[in-house]
Structures are given as C-alpha cells and as structure tokens.
C-alpha cells in the first residue's frame, strides 16, 4: 500500500509539471528563440529605425540610431529643419534645443544616467545576470485585453538630483508568443515625476531574420500617448562619426 501511495504521488508530481509556472529566464530564452534566436541578437553591431511620429493629427518622420558602442541619436524633421535629441558620443550627451534650436549639453548628472544604459544593446535583457541586473517573474497580468507574464527588471542605480534611486522597470510578455508587449516604469523627474510611463508594442516584422515590433505607443499609462510607426530598420548601418559630434561652432563659443 505505501508503495502504492508513492507511485501515485510520483504520477501527479509528473502530471503537474507541464503546468507549472514557467520561470522568467525560461520566458527570456523563448524570448530570444522566438524572435531570431540569442546569437543573431548578440551579433547585431547597430541599428537605424526610420519612423513617423503622430503628433495632433501631423506626422513627423524621425530616424532613431543605436550602435553597439554606445552611441546613440534620434533625428526629427520637422518644419524643414532638422533636430536632433538624445545624441551621445560616447562621452558627451547633447540635443537641440527646439526653442532656439541651439545645440545644448547635458550636465553630468543626466549624462552619467543615459551612459548607464548604454550597455543594453540590442535588448537589456542579454547578460542581465553579468551586469549586475535581476529579473523576477511576478506572474500574469492582463494587458489591453492580452494575457502576459510579468517580469520585473532591476538595473543600477540612477542618480536623481545627487541621491541613489533603483531603476526598475516592468516588462508584459505574450504569454503565447513571448515578445514583450509593454513596459512601464516610473517617471524619476520632470512635470510628470511619479507617473508611470507606458510603451506598447506591436506589429513584430522580420528583418533580416530578428522580429521587432513595428506599431509602438510611448506615454503614461491611462492618459494620453503618442504613437509611432516603424517605417523600416536597418541592421548594422554605415553612419558618419561626424553625426554624434557636438557642433563645432557651439564648441567654440564655449
């Protein structure tokens, strides 16, 4: 009888298994697998996302630039003009200003912090655990009507106004294909300080063999968001070292 009771017990523990919850790096490597697999990911050396902002009804075409060396830069047309935001060298990080359209410098603080993230090309998630980072799954959580797991990402400190602040961040995963399908984290500074901001993301295309959404939305969660098309992604561009540059007759004035 007691080796009975053993075998049935062993029957449902097996029986189970299939439906137990699935932990977050089992989530991240079907991630990866689903969306061109982690090698493909791991020798991406750049990207350039063309795309068009909606903006009250107008559409604004930017183009977004993120290297593996940590350079990065987003440009905007609008009105004729060309501006840029979000440039960062390597060393100094700098936009334009879209008042006097003068190129400004960020100071240290907001430098340090975007520096912070310039080791997460192509995606945050790859080397996590070499970086210091951790994960945790939280469970299920509904998501515009999708089912999704929820993982929660910590990475370094952020330094806000001089003080030490986590930078946490909440990925929702498909729980039926596995790509992520918003992120929230809380604004740390700024009008909307304290707020949740919310990115969606939709539409997953291939390029060149790796899927990226091409439908994104980028707000705060339960108010208003702008939305943006991918028009197309280049893989490993060719782009100038002169376009990251901080303007030379800004830097002259100095």
């Known amino acids: 009888m007691k080796t009975l009771k053993i075998t049935i017990a062993l029957i449902a523990f097996a029986l189970a298994l299939p439906i137990q919850a699935q932990t977050a ?10 969306t061109g697999g982690l090698d493909a990911w791991k020798n991406l050396k750049g990207m350039k996302m063309t795309a068009k902002v909606n903006q009250g009804g107008m559409e604004i075409p930017l183009e977004i630039y993120n290297l593996k060396d940590g350079r990065q830069m987003t440009k905007i047309t609008f ?119 919310e990115v969606t993301m939709s539409d997953y295309q291939e390029v060149d063999g790796i899927y990226f959404p091409f439908s994104m939305t980028q707000g705060v969660k339960d108010g208003q968001a702008q939305p943006i098309t991918i028009v197309s992604i280049e893989l490993n561009p060719t ?16």
């Not at 790096?25 to 689903?34: H, K, P, T, V, W």
């Open 25 to 34: 790096d089992e989530i991240l490597e079907n991630y990866f697998e689903n």
């Open 79 to 197: 009105q004729g003009k060309e501006i840029k935001q979000g440039v960062y060298d390597g060393e100094t990080l700098w936009s334009h200003n879209f008042m006097t359209m003068k190129a400004e410098k960020s100071d240290a603080e907001q430098t340090a912090n975007f520096k912070l993230n310039t080791n997460d090309f192509p995606d945050a998630f790859i080397g996590y655990k070499e970086k210091g980072y951790t994960v945790e799954l939280l469970g299920k959580e509904t998501i515009d009507g999708t089912e999704t797991f929820k993982i929660k990402l910590v990475k370094e400190p952020l330094t806000i106004d001089g003080n030490p602040q986590d930078d946490i961040s909440y990925y929702f995963f498909d729980v039926d294909n596995f790509v992520p399908i918003a992120v929230q984290s809380e604004i740390k500074s700024g009008p909307a300080k304290g707020q949740i901001s």
């Open 239 to 254: 782009i100038d070292d002169a376009e990251f540059a901080f303007p030379k007759e800004e830097t002259e004035k100095e």
